[in-house]
């Protein structure tokens, strides 16, 4: 089984709390994106980013001293979202950590997918920001299936806690064999399941720490799931979509 996660925006350099194992697997395109990036002007970046003057200015320095080989962070401790706070990784045991790094992908729109402990460099660069490089109209066709490779390499299950933004890069090309179960997190309201964003990012990071705290090796596994309030809805969920309830 893999599990895959989306990167959050919120990106923090700290090369020292663990040492970083590998280099991303596709960092020769990230190479050529970090080429891209450089040659456009600060005007089209900030576009690009669709951010304030003060986040652009963070990213152009950080883009002016970038280096993709040396002082990195593991993936799993550059990203500082809401998700992550709640998977707390930095607090995994040694076998939680192996589980993670066995079982774990995050997807990225600079690195493609990356192992929690391959070594990253903070960066800003969203799945679907509409960037044209060599020919790919976006990143998704810049990507193309190399992401799904990745991830559905040994298993068979792909346990998707990634937003939609992110999900559909590996989705569209898991080869015909490969199970794809998406969990949804949210309320019933009306008879029907509403998603928060907050909630739903709080709920992924949870489930990550709950499945590697148990070292689950089958999918089903997830259905034990009752981090903070939820539970898992078999009414509202099928094959490929598990619901997951917030009570109360």
């Known amino acids: 089984m893999k599990i895959i996660i ?15 194992r590998d280099l991303p697997a596709l960092l020769s395109r990230t190479e050529r994106l970090y080429e891209r990036l450089q040659a456009m002007s600060p005007a089209e970046l900030q576009a ?11 990213n152009l320095e950080r883009l002016a001293r970038m280096d993709l080989h040396r002082g990195l962070t593991p993936a799993l401790l550059a990203y500082e979202g809401i998700q992550y706070q709640y998977m707390a990784p930095e607090v995994f045991t040694e076998e939680e950590l192996a589980y993670a790094q066995e079982h774990l992908r995050i997807l990225s729109g600079f690195y493609g997918v990356l192992r929690p402990l391959d070594g990253v460099t903070p960066y800003r660069l969203e799945m679907q920001a509409k960037l044209a490089v060599d020919g790919a109209r976006d ?18 299950c792909v346990l998707d806690l990634a937003s939609k933004e992110y999900s559909r890069c590996v989705a569209r090309h898991l080869q015909p ?7 949804v997190f949210g309320e019933e309201q009306d ?21 590697a705290e148990r070292g689950a090796r089958s999918p089903e596994q997830a259905k034990d799931f009752d981090g903070l309030g939820h539970r898992f809805a078999p ?14």
């Open 48 to 58: 690009l980013w669709r951010c304030s003057d003060r986040i652009a200015r963070e």
């Open 6 to 20: 989306s990167p959050a925006k919120k990106m923090r350099s700290d090369p020292d709390s663990l040492p970083w």
């Open 177 to 183: 064999g490969v199970r794809l179960i998406t969990c």
């Open 139 to 156: 990143l998704y066709a810049f990507w193309g299936d190399a992401p799904a490779r990745a991830v559905q390499e040994q298993t068979d």
């Open 235 to 248: 009414q509202h969920s099928d094959e490929t979509t598990w619901v997951f309830l917030r009570e109360g």
């Open 191 to 211: 008879g029907r399941v509403v998603e928060k964003g907050t909630l739903c990012k709080m709920a992924r990071g949870a489930m990550v720490r709950f499945l």
